[in-house]
Every structure is written in C-alpha cells, then in structure tokens.
T-cell receptor
Framework: ETGVTQTPRHLVMGMTNKKSLKCEQH?????MYWYKQSAKKPLELMFV???????ENNSVPSRFSPECPNSSHLFLHLHTLQPEDSALYLC???????????????FGPGTRLTVL | AQSVTQPDIHITVSEGASLELRCNYS??????LFWYVQSPGQGLQLLLK??????LVQGIKGFEAEFKRSQSSFNLRKPSVHWSDAAEYFC???????????FGTGTRLTIIP
C-alpha cells in the first residue's frame, strides 16, 4: 500500500450504532488530520494530530472521538450519530511543523458515511 | 484568521480551450497556498503549492498558478484542457508554523467536447 488509505470506503449506520473509521499513512509523516466534506460546504477540519498529540479540535461534537495510537494510524470513533453527520470523511497526513516550516497535506480517498 | 474565496462555483469550458480558476485569500502574513483537485468519489490530490520564491509555480498535469500579493490571489491556469480535467478544484491557504489549512468552497469544472 502506498500513500494514505482509509477503510471502510462506504459505511451505513443507524443512529444508535457504534463504528470506527480507520486511516493509515505510508509516507513517513507525523501529522494526521480528519476532515468532513458535506455537499456545498467548505471542507471542515475536525481534528489535527501532530507527533501523536491532538493539537486542534474544531468544536466537534463529542459523538466523534479521534484516536491516534502512533504516527501511521488515525481512527475516528463514531457513536449516536445524527443524519446530518452523513458526509465524506477525509483523512490526510503531512510532515509536522518544525521551526515554522509547513508542509503540504496528502489525502486518502475518504469514507462515505450515511447515517439513517 | 485566514480565509479563501473561490468566486466561481461552476465553470464549463470546451476541450482544448484555456482555463483560469480564481482564488482569493485573506491572511495577514505571507501565506502558503495550494491547489487540490478532487475527482468524483476520490480524495484530494495536490496539483501545486506556493511557499516562497518564484511567484509562478508549475504543477502536475500541465497546471500552473501565479501568486499575486497585491491582489491577494492565486489563480490556477492551464493553456489547453483535456476531458480528464473535469473535476472539483479547491484552493487552500495555510499559515506559517501551523498545520491548519483553510479551504475554499471549490469550483466544479465541466469539459464539453
């Protein structure tokens, strides 16, 4: 596998279910991101992990819970979601910011989530 | 806080014609600027980036973009589009010393024969 992979690619769940999205990067990066992409809305940054520490949490509801066990893996745990949470969830990775030098982000293909 | 505006929601061009997609940003210092492309059902692929130096940057698939500080713009161009260029294009701005990117709402490009 190369680049950034996400599983599953499609997920349908009921509002009472618990599920997890998985992201894995094979690029040697040490920063990882979750984004939500809804129709006709800008890409929304949800969480940022840099060097395995959460550095950004953009007022995301607690029904979304991220986990970053190491620099190559990122999870998004989902529970008691709402229909408006249906969206494409994208994972990305990059080199972490050192001495003010930023880096481009590389994206996975996304998980299309439908909440019934 | 930084922001990005892509004023064109949808653009249609003929195959072989030239293309320019507009992007305006707001940021108090020198920005990091990116263009990404997204095909249906796919993630975002980086086309090109500007960090510093030459204001005209070349990217993949024959695309280029020019950073114009005076106009706060970073427009994407291609001299001759191909049917395979049909996709959604996103401009993004990043801040120095920060992993956070802010994306525009995207421009959907349709190519007609």
């Amino acid at each position: 596998e190369t680049g950034v992979t996400q599983t599953p690619r499609h997920l349908v769940m009921g509002m009472t279910n618990k599920k997890s999205l998985k992201c894995e990067q094979h690029l040697g990066h040490n920063a990882m991101y979750w984004y939500k992409q809804s129709a006709k809305k800008p890409l929304e940054l949800m969480f940022v992990y840099s060097l395995e520490e959460r550095v950004e949490n953009n007022s995301v509801p607690s029904r979304f819970s991220p986990e970053c066990p190491n620099s190559s893996h990122l999870f998004l745990h989902l529970h008691t979601l709402q229909p408006e949470d249906s969206a494409l969830y994208l994972c990305a990775s990059s080199r972490a910011v050192y001495s003010g030098v930023s880096s481009e982000q590389f994206f996975g293909p996304g998980t299309r989530l439908t909440v019934l | 806080a930084q922001s990005v505006t892509q004023p064109d929601i949808h653009i249609t061009v003929s195959e072989g014609a030239s293309l320019e997609l507009r992007c305006n940003y707001s940021y108090g210092a020198t920005p990091y600027l990116f263009w990404y492309v997204q095909s249906p059902g796919q993630g975002l692929q980086l086309l090109l980036k500007y960090f510093s130096g030459d204001t005209l940057v070349q990217g993949i698939k024959g695309f280029e973009a020019e950073f114009k500080r005076s106009q706060s713009s970073f427009n994407l161009r291609k001299p001759s589009v191909h049917w395979s260029d049909a996709a959604e294009y996103f401009c993004a701005v990043g801040a120095q010393g920060n992993e956070k990117l802010t994306f525009g709402t995207g421009t959907r490009l349709t190519i007609i024969p």
